[in-house]
């Protein structure tokens, strides 16, 4: 690893997925903020679920759901405008509403894709949500996951790195959004107590580039190395008592089998949260 952090982190184009109901309410206004407070161009998308046979059964209800999406989109992307941010909206029919999402997301090379979580569970999979976790795992974007009730962070912004590439993704991109919200940074490093020396040097050393990289900016950040075996509870314990209001992780990417794969500490992380979660990918 070298001593800088690797810059693949940007905020310029948002993708906004929303399916109108109660779950999307939270993510609908966070990624308003996030576009405004970025400067992004934000796509408000959403996708009406239909196949050739419902079509030719119901045809009058397919374009019934049609006006009605659109009609919650286009007041999305005024309102959006009014605010001065820039907007658009799309409108997709498919069967599998995240590949529409990702679709949308790689045809007009987004940066961050903003979802909302719709359940819980003591399953960490189903706390994430299927939808919400294909997209994470298709997406070639980061994807920032919403829970209802919550909001952009108006306190503090928390980063977890390993030291890995995609540690330092997720670290340089927390930067990046720390800087554009004017908050404080914490950045953590968890390690098993029977950890390698290697090991922790590798994480002290992630720890390191971190700071830099803040102090650059001009940052504000804390850091702390803390050992344990589950790394997803300390990184959601240590946000609360920081009183961090968004953590960043980072993420294993796309797989082969369009399954996903993004590692059981960022599902977790996302699915125990009671704040937003960013899932950086790192750079394909």
């Not at 997925?17 to 970025?38: F, I, P």
């Not at 994470?136 to 994807?143: P, Y």
């Not at 959004?177 to 390698?196: E, H, R, W």
Request: hydrophobic share 40%.
């Amino acid at each position: 690893m070298t001593e800088q952090l690797s810059p693949v982190g940007r905020f310029q184009t948002i993708v906004l997925a929303t399916d109108g109901s109660e779950y999307s309410a939270a993510a609908e206004a966070a990624a308003l903020e996030m576009a405004r407070r970025c400067s992004a161009r934000l796509l408000v998308t959403r996708v009406v679920l239909t196949n050739p046979e419902y079509e030719a059964l119901v045809p009058d209800r397919v374009q019934e759901a049609e006006d009605e999406a659109q009609k919650h989109i286009d007041t999305l992307a005024e309102k959006a405008r009014s605010e001065g941010v820039q907007a658009e909206t799309i409108l997709r029919q498919g069967t599998d509403p995240y590949h529409e999402v990702v679709r949308v997301a790689n045809e007009k090379h987004a940066d961050v894709i903003v979802i909302g979580r719709r359940t819980r569970s003591d399953l960490a999979r189903l706390m994430v949500g299927d939808s919400t976790a294909k997209v994470i795992g298709l997406a070639s974007c980061s994807v920032l996951v919403v829970p209802r009730g919550t909001r952009m962070p108006q306190h503090g912004i928390l980063v977890a790195t390993d030291g890995s590439r995609l540690g330092d993704a997720a670290a340089y991109s927390a930067v990046r959004l720390v800087g554009k919200c004017d908050l404080p940074l914490t950045v953590i490093s968890v390690v098993a107590p029977d950890s390698s020396p290697e090991t922790r040097s590798e994480s002290e050393a992630a720890i390191e580039r971190v700071k830099k990289a803040a102090t650059k900016e001009q940052i504000e950040i804390d850091a702390m190395l803390e050992e344990g075996r589950r790394p997803d509870e300390i990184v959601v314990e240590t946000a609360q008592r920081r009183n961090a209001d968004m953590i960043v992780v980072g993420s294993h990417g796309r797989t082969g089998l369009g399954r996903l794969l993004m590692g059981s500490v960022s599902e977790r992380v996302i699915g125990k949260a009671s704040c937003p979660v960013l899932v950086v990918k790192a750079s394909m």
